[in-house]
């Protein structure tokens, strides 16, 4: 049963554009929600996190977003950069806990020329 | 300061030969975890150590998993005797033992993964 899920495998976005990466959960236990980015050969690298007291949370040009009725969130890179390319993996975990994190099955993002 | 390194980056073994994974944490970090990718499915958790003390081993798949962190330090994950299903990239990450003032998580991070092929 997975409990964090990405539904989109792939995104392909022009550089300059918003790229718009979305995660449902599942279960209402989760209160801390995470973005990881991962190159090709390398471990996932952290990218913004945001609490479930917040709705939006923003870092440069990454900002999340947590609707937590709809148990949803999204993460928008704007504007979208060539090095922006990865797979990106949306997490979730318990806060104030050393618990593992859930992590759903990744959203590759394209950003072309 | 040197990341979460892991050895090998690769192994390729065939079914039924045993191998041993390495990961050595960010120094001072006493929180070590253990997950895996299997190919374009999720990171899934395998097990938590706190220092030598295994915290959560809930998501190790059968008993021919075995994880060891003797001492608190660097962590060794044994696959005996392998699968073909045990095929897939091992990820450690490592992160700081209680919470740093006003933070409500503290980041996991990871190494490089070490890619595991079972023939």
Request: charged letters at 20%; glycine letters at 8%.
């Amino acid at each position: 049963d997975q409990q964090v899920k990405q539904n989109s495998p792939s995104l392909s976005v022009q550089e300059g554009r918003i790229s718009i990466l979305n995660c449902d959960y599942t279960n209402s236990m989760f209160d801390y929600f995470l973005w990881y980015k991962k190159y090709p050969a390398e471990g996932p690298t952290f990218l913004i996190s945001i609490s479930s007291i917040k709705d939006k949370n923003e870092d440069g040009r990454f900002t999340v977003f947590l609707n937590k009725s709809a148990k949803h969130l999204s993460l928008h890179i704007v504007p979208s950069q060539p090095g922006d390319s990865a797979v990106y993996f949306c997490a979730a975990t318990l806060s104030g806990t050393a618990s593992k994190l859930t992590f759903g099955t990744g959203t590759r993002l394209q950003v072309t020329l | 300061e040197a990341g979460v390194t892991q050895f090998p980056s690769h192994s390729v073994i065939e079914k039924g030969q045993t191998v041993t994974l390495r990961c050595d944490p960010i120094s001072g970090h006493d929180n070590l975890y253990w997950y895996r990718r299997v190919m374009g499915k999720e990171i899934k958790f395998l097990l938590h150590f706190v220092k030598e003390s295994k915290q959560d081993e809930s998501g190790m798949p059968n008993n021919r998993f075995l994880a060891e962190r003797t001492g608190g330090t660097y962590s060794t994950l044994k696959v005996q005797p392998a699968e073909l299903e045990d095929s897939g990239v091992y990820f450690c990450a490592s992160s700081h033992f209680g919470l740093a003032g006003g933070s409500t998580y503290n980041e996991q991070f990871f190494g490089p993964g070490t890619r595991l092929t079972v023939l």
